[in-house]
C-alpha cells in the first residue's frame, strides 16, 4: 500500500487542526480567577460574567461584559504585583473575591496540547543554524574561488532587495485601492485599541528608532563566534562559515579534505535529522493550529475583515506577479513542478511563521526536488531567512496605509516613497522570527509621522497573517535560490 504522502499529512493536520480548534475554542465570557484563600492559591473559573468591579485605594473600575480582554490587561498593568479586589455578577450570582493575583483566559484542550507543537518548532530551529554552517562550510570550500562567491553574493542582493522593493510597493497600492481603514467604524476602532493596545510595541520601543547602514554591514561581523551561535544572529553566522569555508581552499590538501569531509558528513547526518523530525510534522501542526484557531476567535476577523484581505490579496499578487515569473524566465523548471516541490516547506511555514525554523526544511526542499547543491542553497537559503522578508515587507505596507487611513493622515508619494526605502531596509534587519515584522513597523510608522500606536489597532489579527506571510518569505527564498543556480549553471 503507498504511503501517504508527508504533504498530504500536513494539509490533512491544518484542516482538523482548525476545526478541532473552532470546536473547543476559547470562550470570551468566560475567565478564570486565581486568588489568595486561607494562605493557598485557589483557582475559580466564572462563566457569563455581566458586570466586573476592581476595588483598590478607594478606587473602582468596571467592566462589562466582553471585555475578558480589557480585563487581563487592566490586571497585568496594575496588579501584577499586588493582590486587588473584585466583585463579579454572573448568570450564577454576585462573588466577592479578595486578593486576586492573576485573572486570565479559559483553558481548553486545543490550547493544552500547544506544547506538542512548541517541540516541532524547537526542534526544527535547533537544526537549522547547524545545519547552515556545515552546508556554508563544504559549499564555500567546495568554490574554490572568491570571485565566483561574490559574483553568487551580489545577485543574491540583487535579487532579494528588488523583490522586496516590488512587494512593498504592490502592498501601497493594493492599501490604496482596497482602503481598509476607511471601512473601519469609529466603534470598532476604539474597543480594538482598548483591548490590544497593551500588547502594541509602540510603547516600549524608542522613538529615535532608526537604520544606520554603517553599522548594520559592521555588525555583520561577529566579535565573538560563539556568541553568535548562541544568539542566532544569523547574518554573523554566515560571515564566519562562509570565511571559513573560503580560508579552507587556502590551505594543504590534505587538511582541507579532513575538515570538508567532517562538515559533510555533518550536513548529511542533520538532513537525516530534519527528516526525522518531519515524521512528527503533522502532530506539531495540529497542535499549532488547534491552538491558534481556538485563542483566536473569529469576532475580530470580522472586525478587520477588509484590512486582512488587503494584505492577503496583496500576497498572492506578489507570488503571481513575482515569483512565478523569476521561476519561468531564470529555470527551466515547470510552475507546477515549482509548487509541488516546496509544498512541504510553504506547510511548515504556514503552522510555525518563522522562516529560520522552516529552514531545514526548504534545503531539503531545494536539495532534494530541484538538485541545487549546497554550495548554493547553503548561501542563498539562510541569506534569504534573514534578509528577504517580502511577505513582511508586504504587509507593513498595507498596515502603514490602513492605519493612517484610520487616524485620517494623508500619504504623499514622497511619503510612500518613504514607506518603500524604510520597509527594505527594515526587511533585512527583521530577524525570522515569529511576529518580529509587527515591531519593525513602528519604525515605519514614525518615517511617515503616522501614530504607532495605532499598531493595537491590527495586533489581534497580526498571528493568522504571520502565517500567511511567511509562507511568501520562504516561496521568495526558493525561487531566487533556484534562479541564481540556474544562472551559475549548477543544476
Known amino acids: 500500500m503507498k504511503k501517504f504522502p508527508l504533504h498530504l499529512q500536513i494539509l490533512l493536520a491544518l484542516i482538523l487542526g482548525g476545526l478541532f480548534g473552532s470546536i473547543f475554542n476559547v470562550r470570551y465570557d468566560v475567565i478564570e480567577i486565581e486568588y489568595m484563600f486561607e494562605n493557598k492559591r485557589t483557582h475559580k473559573q466564572i462563566a457569563g460574567f455581566e458586570l466586573l468591579h476592581y476595588f483598590k485605594n478607594k478606587d473602582t473600575v468596571t467592566f ?21 479586589d473584585i466583585e463579579i455578577k454572573s448568570s450564577s450570582g454576585t462573588e466577592k473575591f479578595s486578593n486576586v493575583i492573576d485573572i486570565s483566559k479559559e483553558s481548553t484542550i486545543a490550547t493544552m496540547i500547544k506544547p506538542v507543537g512548541d517541540v516541532f518548532i524547537r526542534l526544527l530551529s535547533f537544526l537549522a543554524i547547524p545545519l547552515v554552517i556545515a552546508s556554508l562550510v563544504v559549499g564555500a570550500a567546495s568554490l574554490g574561488d572568491v570571485k565566483k562567491l561574490g559574483r553568487i553574493g551580489l545577485k543574491t542582493f540583487v535579487f532579494f532587495t528588488t523583490t522586496t ?122 497542535a499549532l493550529i488547534s491552538a491558534t484557531v481556538a485563542d483566536f476567535g473569529f469576532d475580530i476577523i470580522s472586525t478587520l475583515i477588509w484590512y486582512m484581505l488587503a494584505v492577503l490579496i496583496g500576497l498572492s499578487l506578489h507570488a503571481l506577479l513575482v515569483y512565478i515569473p523569476i521561476v519561468k524566465f531564470f529555470t527551466n523548471i515547470k510552475i507546477k513542478d515549482f509548487l509541488l516541490g516546496i509544498r512541504n516547506a510553504q506547510a511548515i511555514a504556514f503552522s510555525t511563521s518563522s522562516s529560520a525554523a522552516t529552514l531545514p526544511v526548504t534545503m531539503d526542499c531545494v536539495e532534494k526536488n530541484f538538485g541545487v547543491p549546497k554550495k548554493i542553497s547553503g548561501f542563498v537559503l539562510p541569506l534569504g531567512a534573514t534578509i528577504n522578508m517580502d511577505g513582511t515587507a508586504l504587509y507593513q505596507g498595507v498596515a502603514a496605509v490602513f492605519i493612517a487611513q484610520v487616524y485620517g493622515v494623508d500619504l504623499s508619494i514622497a511619503d510612500q516613497l518613504t514607506i518603500v526605502f524604510t520597509a527594505v531596509l527594515a526587511s533585512i534587519g527583521t530577524a525570522p522570527v515569529p511576529g518580529v515584522g509587527i515591531i519593525m513597523l513602528v519604525m515605519i510608522l514614525q518615517a511617515v509621522n503616522i501614530p504607532p500606536e495605532g499598531i493595537a489597532l491590527i495586533i489581534g489579527v497580526d498571528r493568522i497573517l504571520d502565517m500567511a506571510r511567511t509562507i511568501n518569505n520562504i516561496s521568495g527564498d526558493t525561487a531566487v535560490t533556484l534562479a541564481v543556480a540556474y544562472s551559475e549553471r549548477d543544476i
Do not use: C, W
Open 165 to 286: 522593493a516590488i512587494a512593498i510597493s504592490i502592498g501601497l497600492i493594493t492599501a490604496n485601492i482596497i482602503e481598509p481603514g476607511e471601512k473601519l467604524n469609529a466603534e470598532s476602532k476604539n474597543l480594538l485599541m482598548e483591548s490590544y493596545s497593551s500588547d502594541s510595541p509602540a510603547q516600549n520601543i524608542s522613538s529615535n528608532l532608526e537604520v544606520d547602514l554603517i553599522d548594520f554591514v559592521v555588525q555583520i561581523v561577529p566579535k565573538n563566534p560563539f556568541d553568535a551561535l548562541a544568539n542566532g544572529n544569523m547574518l554573523q553566522i554566515v560571515f564566519f562559515a562562509v570565511f571559513f569555508g573560503l580560508s579552507l581552499t587556502f590551505v594543504s590538501e590534505n587538511s582541507r579534505n579532513s575538515v570538508v569531509s567532517v562538515f559533510t558528513g555533518t550536513s548529511d547526518t542533520l538532513i537525516k535529522m530534519v527528516g526525522f523530525v518531519m515524521l512528527l510534522a503533522p502532530y506539531g501542526v495540529f
Open 64 to 84: 462589562l461584559r466582553g471585555s475578558q480582554t480589557s480585563i487581563i490587561k487592566h490586571q497585568k498593568e496594575h496588579y501584577r504585583s499586588s493582590g486587588a
